[in-house]
């Protein structure tokens, strides 16, 4: 084939492109190594490679084919997993909402279960009555016909007698003849008895007897409703009237008689047992009727006296709206009874027409739900207010001078006496229970909570160092050193490398803002909470992050050069003189463990010890752990038991072990120090800071400017406030603002604002121990403000009593506003929803305007007031309500505004929230009178 395509290459007929012709005509040469015998062979080795290298290729191709093929299959496998979970994931969810929604309508059908069966029973008395009442009429239709029988053949009997005295034979005759002559004569006879012919002596009477007493019952009748009449009770007589006067009209004895006597003839009692309170009762409901329908805003108004004291500002229509759906009802029940009533009253006849029972009790009905519902809130509110008093008098009892303890145990006894009385006049026998479970619940959530296991130290210091503590802080000179030294131990919650560095530390641990504990904010601390007590520091979630991989990383070092690398002298010398100073510090010097420890742990032996390889670290531990049990508190031994019986792990990590127990330790020991010089530290708290205030400012390392500046600021604004009250200009001394209230005043706008973070420059010098205190004040008035903004005007979407409490919904939104991660105002609104769909029937509409009017409220304003009314009427009313407990100057004044708080919180819309507002109030009432105990001077000198 080759010599073929030669020669035809050749041909004349054919030619080839340059590119080829140059190729064909190029003189081959074969190589030096090679010959014409071996061409052959050299060929099929070449196409063998190639053979080989194609089988290869289509190897390959099929191999890649293959995995893609595989992989498709996986991942359509997959897929079909994740479609199934999903698949099983929406079953789940639409199992849940069928019987969330089971849930739902097995409640309606309750509620609705109940009404049916309340009106199956209204049916049941109505028809029982009726029928009564045609039982009666029957019994006197038979009646009256027995009269007319007897009477009949008395008239017979009268005839036959007379026609035997003439002694006529024809007037025998039969029976059933005389019978009918003395039915034509019966109208004769009754003329005759009218033209008074003679009759019989009982027939007489019997007939006047009953002629006088339908005369004397119509005159009753007619005197019963005419003396009604002339009280001039109708609807628009009680409308035009204030509502003052007709309510001490309707206490009138003749007004109460009046109406008992009208009712009575009316039969609307007669289903009442014989009894005063009960009739006198019946009485007051109806009158009621006169009141709800002329002076319904008065009757039916959820406002009180001390709401109406405070003023808002852009008041919310919601908030105001006079009537609601069972407010509503109530007044048609009302109106309907009221019409039934005049119109019998236009032509009294007797027995009146059904349409008035029937008016009477659905009104009655209506009335005695509403009012049982108030009593409810009523006995809830009163409750309350009896276990604010006994938290009032549990915190003072201990805390204040004996004529204080005395004026203020007399003014809660008292007003404990009258609650206890209201509260057993509407709860009856539940009143005990109800009071019990109250001031168990007051005192478990409000008073410091005592700890669980006993933490005093069993190697307790003498009584020594508890009057070398208080020597120090009575004295004039301030050595923060020397004190704290004596005061408390170690407080770097990380082990130190040496022991040099464990040794230098003297101070308190940290405290919340990352400052260090000095002796005048452990005074501080101690004045405003005698029960003060150190703990760890809590720490945000980026610095916590940070200090555990400072931690991780320190261990982790020592164990790689201790355990790995064999370095024990670079590490263990300077741990085990950190473990030697912590326990010297929990033990006094002249103590046989003192002396004990010093002498078994030496520094110096167990470097030698590194340095030659020679180390035992369980000799170490044995002897460190058979001290713990002797110095720790009895709270901390499971701590340290688990601590000895950890004998698997390394050295490292029991270790890192033992030093958190010792931190422990270390802790309990500072806090039984403090509580061993709290008797001696807080008698000289206010005037120890007030001499070092006053050092500061000598020296010139503060100043006054910012609290002239917020003093000078709440001044302007009380003396605005007088000029507004005093349009004449008269400016008597009398509406003056005093100092005190114009501190509390400036007090309420640093601590009690809606606007953005605090900043130094807004803080008063006076309050530099107190600046994440306030940050946490403000922080908690907002959530209140804005959790009971939320609730208000989610009851008012859903047309409930404000009044009335809902501690679900409460601790929902409490939830929601505390979250570490703080969330979103739509998250927040979503999350409200979806609980309002779990617990109630809420149709659409109503859920999307929740949606938007808490993603209002939720919404943060920046440096600005919140915009939202309902927020800030919520916020001026509870600015109002502490300020009046802050000005409250006699413990009788305090008594009484502690005593109706619960009650002005609840006219608030702020039932679920009176706890939280008692202990913010308690806590800004604390602060208020030491930051005023210790630099009214100052305040005074700058108020002059």
Excluded at 877 to 895: D, H, I, Y
């Amino acid at each position: 084939m080759l010599h073929h395509d030669e020669n035809s290459a050749s041909s004349p007929g054919w030619n080839p492109p340059a590119h080829l012709e140059a190729r064909f005509s190029r003189k081959r040469r074969r190589p030096g190594t090679s010959s014409p015998c071996n061409h052959p062979l050299t060929n099929s080795n070449l196409a063998t490679t190639r053979r080989q290298t194609l089988l290869e290729t289509r190897k390959s191709l099929l191999r890649q084919r293959a995995a893609h093929v595989e992989k498709v299959r996986r991942a359509r496998a997959n897929s079909h997993e994740a479609v199934s979970e999903r698949l099983l994931a929406l079953q789940q969810s639409l199992s849940q909402a069928h019987n969330s929604r089971n849930a739902i309508l097995a409640k309606i059908a309750g509620s609705c279960a109940s009404e049916v069966a309340k009106a199956k029973q209204v049916a049941q008395e109505i028809r029982a009555r009726r029928e009564e009442e045609a039982k009666a009429l029957k019994s006197g239709v038979e009646e009256r016909m027995l009269e007319a029988e007897r009477r009949r053949k008395e008239v017979l009997r009268e005839r036959r007698g007379k026609r035997r005295e003439r002694g006529s034979s024809s007037s025998v005759k039969v029976d059933g003849s005389s019978e009918e002559e003395g039915d034509d004569a019966v109208a004769g006879s009754l003329q005759k008895i009218r033209l008074g012919a003679s009759k019989p002596t009982e027939m007489l009477r019997e007939e006047a007897a009953i002629h006088i007493q339908r005369l004397y019952r119509n005159y009753r009748n007619r005197e019963v409703v005419g003396r009604f009449l002339e009280l001039g009770l109708t609807i628009e007589s009680v409308r035009d009237t204030s509502f003052e006067a007709i309510s001490i009209k309707f206490q009138e004895e003749k007004v109460r008689k009046a109406t008992t006597r009208l009712l009575k003839l009316c039969g609307l009692l007669e289903h009442l047992e014989e009894g005063r309170v009960e009739i006198e009762k019946a009485c007051r409901t109806f009158l009621s009727a006169f009141l709800i329908l002329g002076h319904p805003g008065e009757v039916l108004s959820d406002d009180g006296e001390s709401e109406k004291v405070i003023p808002t500002d852009n008041p919310s229509p919601k908030m105001h709206a006079n009537l609601n759906r069972f407010k509503q009802a109530l007044i048609t029940k009302s109106k309907d009874l009221l019409i039934a009533f005049e119109s019998f009253l236009s032509s009294p006849t007797f027995p009146p027409d059904q349409s008035l029972f029937a008016a009477w009790d659905a009104f009655n009905t209506g009335f005695t739900s509403w009012k049982t519902r108030d009593s409810e809130i009523l006995i809830n509110t009163m409750v309350a207010q009896y276990a604010e008093l006994d938290l009032i008098w549990q915190k003072v009892k201990d805390d204040t001078e004996e004529h204080v303890a005395l004026d203020f145990k007399e003014g809660i006894r008292e007003n404990q006496l009258l609650l206890l009385v209201r509260i057993r006049r509407l709860a009856g026998e539940r009143t005990r229970a109800l009071i019990r479970q109250a001031v168990k619940d007051a005192r478990r959530t409000r008073l410091p909570r005592k700890e669980k296991g006993d933490t005093r130290p069993r190697a307790t210091p003498t009584a020594s160092d508890g009057n070398s503590v208080s020597t120090e802080v009575e004295s004039s000179s301030v050595s923060s050193g020397a004190a704290a030294a004596s005061l408390s131990p170690a407080g770097s919650p990380q082990p130190p490398e040496t022991p040099a560095g464990v040794a230098d530390q003297s101070r308190f641990p940290p405290m919340e803002n990352g400052a260090i504990f000095s002796n005048r904010q452990v005074v501080h601390e101690l004045a405003l909470d005698k029960d003060f007590k150190l703990g760890a520091r809590k720490k945000g979630g980026l610095e916590r992050v940070v200090d555990e991989q400072a931690r991780r990383a320190f261990w982790d070092a020592m164990k790689e050069d201790v355990l790995e690398r064999g370095e024990l002298a670079k590490w263990i010398p300077g741990m085990a003189g950190s473990v030697k100073e912590k326990l010297l510090r929990l033990l006094e010097s002249t103590g046989s463990l003192h002396r004990m420890i010093s002498d078994s742990i030496d520094i110096q032996i167990i470097e030698q010890q590194c340095r030659a390889g020679s180390y035992d670290y369980e000799k170490f531990f044995s002897f460190v752990l058979s001290i713990l049990p002797k110095i720790c508190s009895p709270a901390r031994d499971e701590d340290v038991q688990a601590l000895i019986n950890d004998t698997t792990s390394n050295y490292i990590h029991r270790l890192q072990r033992l030093f958190d127990v010792l931190e422990l330790l270390q802790l309990d020991h500072a806090n039984f120090l403090l509580m061993m010089s709290a008797q001696y530290v807080i008698p000289e708290a206010v005037p120890y800071e007030r001499r070092l205030f006053a050092a500061d400012l000598e020296a010139g390392r503060t100043t006054l400017t910012q609290t002239k500046r917020w003093l000078l600021k709440a001044k302007e604004e009380k003396l605005q406030e007088a000029r507004s009250r005093d349009p004449e200009g008269v400016n008597h001394p009398s509406n003056r603002p005093p100092s005190t209230g114009i501190y509390n005043h400036a007090f309420a706008s640093l601590v009690m604002s809606l606007g953005g973070p605090l900043t130094l420059q807004e803080v008063p010098e006076t309050f530099h121990l107190d600046i994440e205190r306030i940050r946490t004040y403000r922080e908690e008035f907002r959530s209140l403000v804005l959790g009971a903004a939320m609730g208000l005007t989610i009851k008012n979407l859903l047309h409930r009593d404000v009044r009335s409490s809902w501690k679900p919904l409460k601790d929902r939104i409490s939830t929601d506003l505390s979250s570490e991660t703080p969330l979103e105002p739509l998250a927040i609104a979503q999350d409200l929803c979806t609980f309002l769909r779990e617990t109630v029937a809420t149709p659409k509409q109503v859920v999307s305007h929740v949606t938007s009017a808490i993603t209002r409220i939720a919404a943060r304003s920046g440096s600005q007031e919140h915009q939202d009314p309902v927020v800030r009427v919520v916020s001026n009313r509870l600015r109002g309500f502490v300020l009046a407990r802050l000005n409250a100057g006699t413990s009788k004044e305090k008594v009484r505004l502690a005593t109706g708080g619960g009650d002005t919180l609840t006219s608030f819309g702020m039932a679920e929230w009176i706890s939280e507002v008692g202990a913010f109030v308690e806590r800004s009432v604390a602060l208020t009178d030491l930051n005023r105990n210790c630099y009214a001077v100052w305040y005074d000198g700058i108020l002059a």
